[in-house]
């Protein structure tokens, strides 16, 4: 997580002259900006496992039918068979801004460590935006449909935005070994009253199903850590500071990282990899399938348009303000490489994240 990388802006913290003096264009070009392209830069690697980005508006998933061979005999013909092209997955495009705004006089009172920490803010408020948004893309368990009101002409197409499988009776492409699935009924948003064993397995099998080659991994908060590590099928990491006996099934290495409690590997579930990750909400797990088309999309307008950039710089005074903007859209593509497991109820029911 970016929270913990030093930055120019660490500098500035222990510099205790006013705005006035320490140069406003020096402390733009000097610092912030700078900032602001590494923050860029780690955003851009943040989600790389679930989400790929694009320009796209929307893009057809799936297919309904499978067609099948007839046994016929010598004057015999089959009927003509024909698959739809499968249903259409849209992406969302929204304009999320924040606003610095200060008088000339802050300036010449506010020591640059002040006005840094307002810096500092709207870079924490960018990040938890993204979380939010994928989070909303990957929980919710319901379609909608949404306006592209900030793309000309298209508000009036609205773009039909899925969940990840839903039994919505959208067709679904048969498994690597020619297995069927019911639209009307599969569905990758499961409930449990309580995590056990077969339950998690059943889960992770949600997904593996559907595929005959990936590596599959498993998201969990921490408040689920501990009943994770008391299932048969968990195998944990060995810390560093051990050494384990030759006669207890460990995993050697990697080993447990010892420092970032919320954001870590602790082990293997049924072969995947578990991890601890701070976005998971408590009470739900994440089980998804790398090295395939990933489940979500962050849609922007153009293929360099994705970053938190200054849009408006205004000085009217004795005002001045600055306001930034990041324009993206979070949404589900490959609907079947991920499923959630909410481990309180045996129906789904999905987390409340703030907007």
């Not at 006035?20 to 590494?38: C, H, K, N, V, Y």
Request: hydrophobic share 40%; glycine share 6%; net charge negative.
């Amino acid at each position: 997580m970016p929270y913990g990388t030093l930055t120019t802006l660490d500098t500035l913290a222990s510099t205790f002259q006013t705005v006035a003096e320490f140069g406003e264009d020096r402390l733009w070009e000097q610092s912030i900006q700078p900032m602001l392209d590494a923050h860029n830069g780690i955003m851009n690697d943040m989600f790389d496992d679930f989400c790929e980005r694009t320009t796209d508006k929307q893009r057809r998933y799936g297919t309904t039918d499978q067609m099948t061979m007839t046994d016929t005999d010598e004057f015999g013909r089959p009927d003509a068979q024909k698959v739809a092209p499968g249903a259409i997955a849209g992406f969302p495009l929204r304009s999320y801004q924040g606003t610095i705004q200060w008088t000339r006089k802050y300036f010449q009172n506010a020591s640059v460590a002040e006005f840094a920490g307002q810096v500092v803010a709207i870079r924490d408020a960018d990040i938890q935006r993204v979380i939010n948004e994928i989070k909303r893309a990957l929980f919710n368990p319901l379609n909608y449909t949404f306006n592209d009101y900030l793309v000309d002409r298209m508000s009036q197409i609205p773009l039909g935005v899925k969940a990840l499988l839903n039994a919505d009776s959208a067709g679904i492409p048969p498994g690597p070994n020619g297995e069927t699935f019911d639209g009307t009924t599969h569905t990758h948003y499961l409930g449990t009253a309580a995590l056990v064993d077969a339950n998690l397995i059943a889960a992770f099998e949600t997904v593996a199903e559907h595929y005959a080659a990936g590596e599959v991994a498993i998201y969990i908060n921490r408040a689920q850590e501990t009943a994770v590590r008391g299932l048969a099928s968990f195998t944990k990491l060995e810390q560093m500071s051990l050494i384990p006996s030759d006669n207890t099934v460990r995993v050697l290495a990697p080993r447990l990282q010892p420092i970032a409690l919320y954001n870590r590997q602790i082990g293997y579930f049924n072969g995947a990899e578990v991890w601890v990750k701070p976005w998971v909400p408590a009470n739900y797990i994440v089980i998804m399938i790398r090295n395939q088309p990933k489940p979500l999309v962050i849609r922007t307008r153009s293929a360099s348009s994705y970053n938190l950039v200054l849009v408006a710089d205004d000085e009217k005074y004795p005002l001045r303000a600055k306001t930034f903007e990041r324009e993206f859209g979070v949404g589900v593509w490959n609907r079947m490489a991920a499923a959630v497991l909410f481990v309180t109820s045996g129906t789904y029911s999905a987390p409340t994240i703030p907007n």
